[in-house]
Structures are given as C-alpha cells and as structure tokens.
C-alpha cells in the first residue's frame, strides 16, 4: 500500500477542533508504549509523522491525519500512563468520551495491545467501551516480531480470550519492525471506508 499524501491537519483537545469536512475516519487507540506511533508510522510508511506523546508534561490531543485527501487515521491519546495525574486522567477521559460517543464520521476502531501479554484491564475496559457504543474494532497484537513464530498462535489465542472478543471481530498480529500483518490492517481498512 502506497500513500502519496500523509499530513497531520490538527491536534484537538475538544470538539469544536475536529475536522468538519465528514470525511471517513479511522481512530487509533491503546495504552501508552503499546506501539502506536510506531504502527501509525510503519502503515503509512513515514518516519516521524505520529510522535509518541506519552512524557508527562506533554499535552495529549486527538491528532487527526489527512490521508491521501481520502480519510482521516485518528491517533487518540493513549491510555494507562502511570504518572499522570487524576485530574489529566479525567481530561483524558472526557475527551474520549466526547470523540468516541459523538463521533459519526467514525468508521473503525483499531484497538492496540502488546501481542506479548494478555490484555490488561485497561485494554479490557477499553474495548467493552467500544462494543458498548456498537462501534467497529480491529484488534491489532503488536511487537509480534518479539515472539518467536512457533508460539504466536498461543498469543492471537491469549488475546482473543483476554479480551472476550466478540463473534465478528478479529485480531492481527502485527510488526512494525518487520511489517507482518500490514497488508492484512489495509485491506481491514479499506473495507470500512
Ligand atoms: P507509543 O507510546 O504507543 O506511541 O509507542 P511507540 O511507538 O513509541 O513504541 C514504544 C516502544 O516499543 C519503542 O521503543 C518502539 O521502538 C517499540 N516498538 C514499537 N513497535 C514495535 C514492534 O513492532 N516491534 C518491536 N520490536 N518494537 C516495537
């Protein structure tokens, strides 16, 4: 997959910030140091676009990508930083509410983990959350190139269970080192734009 065009149109904290040309979007969620500007930058092939914002002190924004003038990829703050505070927490809180619940351009979800653990309660809370809202969820497994091939199959198994995963939804192991699982994250993709 080829992007031509990739750029960063906006860091929104609040509503009034999003994009309001209603173009399809597809969010990108999980914990912090999960992964995920190293997934965002090795889909669209770019170095450097998505910085990892998990520092304290760092404001945490919902970062809306234009991609290809096409859809938007939606990088939301990650979750489960352990030094923030409460108060950052229920900002955080609130404007994933706000996106996730109001959000009608919002066409999937790709939800995060670290293919080499079981989900957390965390990711677990985060992904009831979508299934609440009836929203579309790919389940990515990341770092994947850290388990040996052999035992990846027991992982996928680990998360599905984890997670409880709905009939319907799916889990692809991914790599951002070594691009497993890329193609597959496209054509999941392009199939809810
Ligand atoms: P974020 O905080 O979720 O944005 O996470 P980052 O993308 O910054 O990644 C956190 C750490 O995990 C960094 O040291 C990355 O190099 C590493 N990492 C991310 N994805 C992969 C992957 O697919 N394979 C390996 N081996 N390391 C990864």
């Known amino acids: 997959k080829q992007i031509q065009k990739a750029e960063i149109v906006m860091s929104a904290v609040s509503q009034k910030q999003y994009p309001k040309d209603q173009l399809p979007e597809i969010a990108v969620a999980g914990r912090s140091n999960v992964g995920k500007s190293?997934?965002?930058?090795?889909?669209?092939?770019r170095k450097g676009l998505a910085r990892t914002s998990s520092k304290p002190g760092k404001t945490r924004t919902i970062n809306f990508f234009l991609i290809d003038e096409k859809f938007y990829l939606v990088?939301?703050?990650?979750?489960?930083?352990?030094?923030?505070?409460?108060?950052e927490r229920n900002k955080w809180g609130q404007m994933m509410d706000e996106y996730?619940?109001?959000?009608?351009s919002l066409?999937?979800?790709?939800?995060?983990?670290?293919?080499?653990?079981?989900?957390?309660?965390?990711?677990?809370?985060m992904y009831e959350f979508l299934k609440h809202y009836g929203l579309p969820v790919l389940v990515v497994a990341t770092k994947c190139d850290k388990i040996k091939?052999?035992?990846?199959?027991?992982?996928?198994?680990?998360?599905?269970?984890?997670?409880?995963?709905?009939?319907?939804?799916?889990?692809v192991l991914y790599s951002s080192e070594k691009l497993d699982g890329r193609n597959e994250v496209w054509k999941y993709v392009n199939d809810h734009l």
Not at 108 to 120: E, F, G, K, Y
């Open 38 to 45: 190293s997934f965002i930058n090795s889909l669209l092939s």
């Open 100 to 104: 996730f619940t109001q959000r009608e």
């Open 149 to 171: 091939p052999s035992k990846r199959p027991r992982h996928l198994k680990a998360v599905k269970e984890g997670l409880n995963l709905e009939p319907g939804d799916e889990v």
């Open 107 to 125: 066409q999937l979800t790709v939800l995060l983990v670290d293919a080499r653990h079981d989900p957390s309660e965390l990711d677990i809370q």
């Open 75 to 87: 990088d939301v703050p990650g979750y489960g930083y352990a030094k923030v505070s409460k108060q």
